[in-house]
């Protein structure tokens, strides 16, 4: 409980919250944890709040009658979700999914108690709202990317934006993975990486992407 406290104690509209409002998003927030490759959140069978994760990584995505996935976007520790709470911001109308991408600790404040304290609180509310806006832009920002860049293009800013997310040149994926984030096929992937390792932007060996050149791969998006 400590630890919850502490991060509720962290957002901006805490301070606005009455002592009744603290307890009650208090009492009602617990911790999770998951395992990697488990499944956090399904859209279509359950309403579950508003997740904070407090370590690991998480993928959100939708998909097809087919069971093609499309990423929407990644969240990080220290970045929180409001799309799992579909119930409680009506606007919020497509399936998602949400799965760790690593063994992951997550705290979550029930569908409830957000739905309560979104018509007590204003500010509170404005955080909601200010949340599912910026999960919105980025799911659009990756369907954008899809429509409108060429593979190489997708592979391109998929790898800067590690670089800039870890600060790190080496990106520790599987073809398979990368493939899966950037919504294509594992084989076009690997091609397309040897041709970005022939043209000396990058070094691939298992497992493992080194980026050589990124201004390189800035000039291809």
Request: hydrophobic residues 40%.
């Amino acid at each position: 409980m400590v630890d919850i406290y502490r991060v509720l104690s962290s957002f901006d509209f805490w301070s606005h919250l009455s002592d009744e409002e603290k307890n009650d998003m208090s009492t009602n927030a617990a911790e999770r944890s998951y395992s990697g490759g488990s499944m956090i959140f399904d859209s279509a069978s359950e309403c579950l709040g508003l997740v904070y994760v407090m370590s690991g990584s998480l993928r959100t995505y939708m998909m097809s009658d087919e069971g093609k996935e499309v990423t929407l976007f990644r969240l990080a520790k220290g970045d929180c979700c409001i799309l799992s709470a579909s119930c409680v911001i009506k606007e919020i109308s497509f399936d998602s999914y949400m799965t760790a991408e690593e063994d992951s600790k997550l705290m979550i404040i029930n569908a409830g108690t957000v739905s309560r304290l979104s018509m007590q609180n204003i500010y509170f509310r404005c955080f909601t709202y200010e949340l599912a806006t910026k999960r919105f832009s980025s799911a659009m920002k990756t369907m954008d990317n899809l429509l409108f860049l060429k593979l190489e293009g997708r592979l391109a800013s998929f790898l800067l934006s590690e670089f800039e997310r870890t600060g790190m040149r080496e990106i520790k994926m599987t073809h398979e993975q990368v493939a899966q984030y950037i919504n294509s096929a594992r084989e076009v992937v690997a091609r397309t990486l040897k041709r970005f390792s022939q043209d000396g932007l990058v070094d691939v060996k298992r497992g493992v992407i080194i980026l050589k050149d990124l201004d390189g791969l800035k000039s291809i998006i």
